[in-house]
């Protein structure tokens, strides 16, 4: 199966400051999703397609990325983004997550 | 967008098995393709199995075949997943989701609020 490898565990950022955060693959995929986790709640879509924001997402957050490589991108921090993070990819079964990445707001 | 309304937490002996359920609204279930995700607490998310609802055909991670068996009932638009042969390494939060996407590049667009099950002596 695919392993997603999440960097980095654990992050801190300021309010308006901008957030990047990567997903490698350990082998190529054709898209990426990504998920944000609050505790005490489900999963919210947030990217589809590496790239698409879901809906309702707010506009500062954006994917990109590619073959193995791909990152999740807030452009400036706000405190309701304080949450875990998860890649997930569906090229091959079965579909994987990556262990998350949590931000915490500085 | 749609809806997914699990039911209530389980609390099980080992060895025992236990029925959840998800009963959506607001989008066309028997056009639907629906999955079952375990979650540890402290941890990411794990894929269990599909099901379509509108043939009932399924598709299992090979880890929970033989775990798992997904149902789903129609008239009632409510999806079902039995675990069976309960362990305390079972013991998790469970969610039913929405597939979105193309079949075979799925994501999962709409979400249950999960199904926490302790399974406890």
């Known amino acids: 199966q695919i392993v997603l490898t999440q960097s980095p565990a654990i992050m801190s950022a300021s309010p308006g400051e901008k957030v990047t955060m990567t997903c490698s693959a350990s082998?190529?995929?054709?898209?990426m999703y990504w998920y944000q986790q609050k505790p005490g709640s489900s999963p919210r879509l947030l990217i589809y397609d590496t790239s698409n924001l879901a809906s309702g997402v707010p506009v500062r957050f954006s994917g990109s990325g590619s073959g193995t490589s791909y990152s999740l991108t807030i452009s400036r921090m706000e405190a309701e983004d304080a949450a875990t993070y998860y890649c997930q990819q569906w090229s091959s079964y079965p579909p994987t997550f990556g262990a998350g990445t949590k931000l915490e707001l500085k | 967008q749609g809806q997914m309304q699990q039911s209530g937490a389980e609390l099980v002996k080992p060895g025992a098995s236990v029925k959840l359920s998800c009963k959506t609204s607001?989008?066309?279930?028997?056009?639907?393709?629906i999955s079952w995700l375990k979650q540890k607490p402290g941890q990411s998310l794990e894929w269990i199995a599909w099901?379509?609802?509108?043939?009932?055909?399924?598709s299992y991670n090979q880890k929970f075949t033989g775990k798992a068996q997904l149902t789903v009932d129609t008239s009632s638009s409510t999806a079902y997943m039995q675990f069976s042969s309960l362990t305390t390494e079972d013991s998790a939060i469970y969610y039913c989701?929405?597939?979105?996407?193309?079949?075979?590049?799925?994501?999962?667009?709409?979400w249950g609020a999960g199904t926490t099950v302790t399974v406890s002596s």
């Open positions: 607001g989008f066309t279930f028997s056009s639907s393709y």
């Open positions: 099901i379509y609802a509108g043939t009932g055909g399924t």
């Open positions: 082998s190529s995929v054709s898209y």
């Open positions: 989701a929405r597939h979105g996407g193309n079949y075979g590049y799925w994501y999962f667009d709409v």
